[in-house]
């Protein structure tokens, strides 16, 4: 009796084992596939994030380039260039070539068009045995030259007082160029002199007059009141609240805004684009090249020197009523000089991206 109980206890025990392997089995496959399928998800995690960096890598190289042509391409000359050429900018976790080239000259006024490539590696957290991180972003890009369409050396929206002989306001291009008129003022209340000894503005005419008000403001090609909603963000010096910058570096020509209610006077010489959203008052000897824009009245006192262009009485273009300019006596220079012109409108100047003109997965070989 016992051996058949024996032998009848004998296969369940062995039944068990085997159920427990298949469990076992089972639970390590069950294991490995959920392990295997973290892993998998992970790498799909990882090469996004490197995709999402590296493209990030090329449009911050392709940004800087455009900010500033030359801190990356030297060579960069946009009358003369030709390329193909590249240069190269390094991030912590990674490097880009920028290589720039022109597709078309430029042809009767057109345009200058170039090809700007940024193509950005990611070197860092590269699992082994895999390729790096590649993109290349494509933009096509015109090279644009900021042109200010100066009518005079003065052009006055709301006219323009000079008091006595003395002193000089002439068109003719301290550069070289093609001369303009001495002053641009619409017929009303137009160009008044007083005193004795009145002398006549020079330039190419004398005076230009502009029409009526209507007809000088849409002539006038200042959009004044764009000017004034950017100039907080894209000044390089807002005044109050900034300080009067240095001019030691020669080559410095800032963009000075000065957003003030009451009359504004001008501390001290400089050079560049000043935009004063009121009045501004010239006192001593006081020297300004470059542009000046004034959207309410300009007094001139003492010797003041301007080599440039002046429009003053741009709050007209807003609807308000603005008194003349006026030049009290002194022996002043207001003269039309192009190219502190271009050298004030210079930052302004840069590659304009074409629209629906790019690509983020140009072929790279």
């Known amino acids: 009796m016992r051996n058949r109980r024996r032998a009848l206890t004998r296969p369940r025990q062995g039944i068990a084992l085997v159920l427990a392997l298949v469990v076992i089995v089972i639970l390590s496959v069950t294991a490995a596939a959920a392990l295997g399928m973290v892993g998998s ?5 990882e090469d996004q994030e490197a995709a999402s960096e590296v493209h990030a890598m090329a449009r911050s190289a392709y940004d800087r380039f455009i900010t500033d042509p030359t801190g990356i391409l030297p060579s960069f000359v946009p009358a003369t260039f030709v390329g193909p050429d590249s240069g190269q900018v390094s991030f912590s976790d990674g490097y880009a070539w920028v290589s720039v080239q022109r597709v078309r000259p430029s ?3 057109s345009a200058t068009l170039f090809l700007v490539r940024s193509r950005a590696v990611r070197t860092i957290n590269r699992p082994v045995r895999t390729p790096v991180a590649e993109r290349v972003f494509a933009q096509y890009a015109q090279w644009q030259d900021v042109q200010m369409p100066a009518q005079a050396a003065w052009t006055s929206l709301s006219g323009l007082l000079k008091s006595g002989a003395s002193g000089t306001i002439s068109g003719v291009d301290n550069c070289g160029g093609a001369p303009v008129a001495g002053v641009a003022v619409p017929n009303v209340p137009g160009y ?4 004795s000894g009145a002398s006549v503005p020079a330039g190419s ?3 230009l007059n502009m029409g009526s008000q209507p007809a000088a403001n849409a002539m006038v ?3 004044w009141s764009t000017i004034l909603a950017g100039m907080s963000v894209s000044a390089d010096v807002v005044l109050p609240g900034g300080s009067w910058p240095s001019f030691s570096n020669s080559s410095y020509w ?3 805004y ?8 001008l501390p001290a010489s400089g050079r560049g684009m000043l935009i004063v959203r009121n009045d501004l008052v010239m006192n001593g000897s006081t020297t300004w090249d470059g542009i000046i824009l004034v959207g309410g009245t300009l007094t001139s006192n003492g010797n003041n020197t301007v080599r440039g262009a002046i429009v003053g009485g741009l709050n007209v273009l807003l609807g308000q009523n603005v008194p003349p300019s006026n030049l009290g006596n002194g022996t002043k220079v207001f003269r039309y000089d192009s190219c502190n012109i271009g050298n004030a409108l210079g930052k302004f100047n840069g590659l304009a991206p074409l629209r629906n003109a790019s690509a983020d997965n140009w072929a790279s070989y």
């Open 41 to 45: 998800e992970r790498r799909v995690v």
């Open 107 to 109: 042809v009767s006024g």
């Open 192 to 195: 008044v002199q007083s005193g």
């Open 205 to 207: 005419p004398h005076i």
């Open 221 to 223: 090609g200042v959009d």
């Open 254 to 256: 800032p963009v000075i």
């Open 258 to 265: 000065v957003d003030q209610v009451s009359s504004y006077a």
